[in-house]
């Protein structure tokens, strides 16, 4: 099994090293987070929810393990997490910038072995 604490934390180095080198996506990822948030009808806790039942949809392990960690500090609870993992939603732009931390871990891979 992953040890998703572990992986969490490489998770937030490889987009810190994407955001050194190109601030931009990083910024432009935050921007439509927040953009996301502005107006709070839903409240953090089922953002949260939601966000996870996307992770799911997009098989994304990065996003699973953020936005666990997140509805768990927004107070979510097992029963109410197992209920929105039935939540199926086609988009998840966090998906993108997960990934591309797989492929900044890659490269360094590859350089390192030159």
Do not use: P
């Not at 040890?3 to 969490?8: F, G």
């Not at 439509?32 to 392990?61: F, H, Y």
């Not at 199926?88 to 997960?98: D, M, Q, R, S």
Request: glycine share 6%; net charge neutral.
């Amino acid at each position: 099994m992953l040890d998703w604490n572990e992986y969490q934390k490489q998770i937030q180095q490889r987009v810190i090293e994407i955001g050194r080198t190109n601030h931009d996506v990083v910024k432009g990822y935050r921007e439509l987070t927040n953009a996301g948030n502005s107006t709070n009808l839903l409240g953090a806790k089922v953002r949260e929810l939601i966000a996870l039942a996307v992770a799911v949809t997009r098989q994304c392990d990065g996003c699973i393990v953020t936005h666990t960690d997140a509805a768990i500090k927004q107070g979510a609870t097992k029963e109410e997490i197992v209920e929105a993992l039935s939540v199926a939603v086609a988009i998840n732009a966090g998906a993108a910038l997960i990934f591309s931390s797989r492929v900044m871990d890659a490269f360094n891979a590859k350089i390192a072995a030159l």
